[in-house]
């Protein structure tokens, strides 16, 4: 499945009043994911395996390293837990680094928050606006996704412009 996600992720010293704020908001719940992500060494773009209680999934992307809400193009392939993928992945591919976070998942719409614990950073929200194979226009998405950052009083220093995964290999 290709996707259009326009996304913000920031820096919280706790996620509380956020989350607290956005269940103002009515959002659907979709429960408490416990998430490893493996990246693997790629010469474009990544390229992670995502396994979880909730979500699984092999994510392509590409994205800029901006330290404002961006664009990323993603090719998504979701399965049914099994470790013969990890198995396979990790013989062809070496792994760059392994980023373990809990996850609270809510979505309004086409808007999928984050609330996440990430072992090693702390905590952090993300929001990404979806859209599905040409759903919603780069613009709408942009539009959704800023506004839930002015909803949220999310400042620009608080935006972090890296991935987990980036964030990690920065600090080793």
């Known amino acids: 499945m290709q996707i259009d996600n326009f996304e913000f992720k920031a820096k919280v010293d706790t996620y509380k ?7 103002e908001l009515n959002p659907e719940y979709k429960g408490v994911d416990h998430q490893v992500d493996t990246y693997f060494v790629q010469l474009k773009g990544r390229l992670k395996l995502r396994e979880g209680n ?9 994205r800029p390293n901006s330290p404002t809400a961006k664009l990323s193009k993603v090719i998504l392939y979701k399965f049914d837990p099994n470790p013969a ?8 591919f070496e792994t760059l680094v392994v980023v373990k976070k809990t996850r609270k998942i809510y979505f309004i719409d086409n808007v999928k928050f984050h609330f996440d614990q990430v072992s090693g950073l702390g905590e952090f929200i993300e929001v990404e606006s979806i859209g599905k ?23 620009e220093e608080q935006l972090i412009e890296m991935s987990y995964s980036d964030l990690l290999l920065e600090k080793a």
Do not use: D
């Open 133 to 155: 194979e040409g759903s919603h226009t780069i613009e709408e998405l942009s539009k959704s996704t800023h506004f839930y950052q002015n909803y949220f009083g999310i400042s």
């Open 85 to 92: 993928l990890h198995a396979i992945l990790s013989t062809l």
């Open 17 to 23: 009043s956020y989350e607290e704020k956005l269940l």
């Open 54 to 62: 909730i979500e699984n999934s092999l994510i392509f992307y590409n």
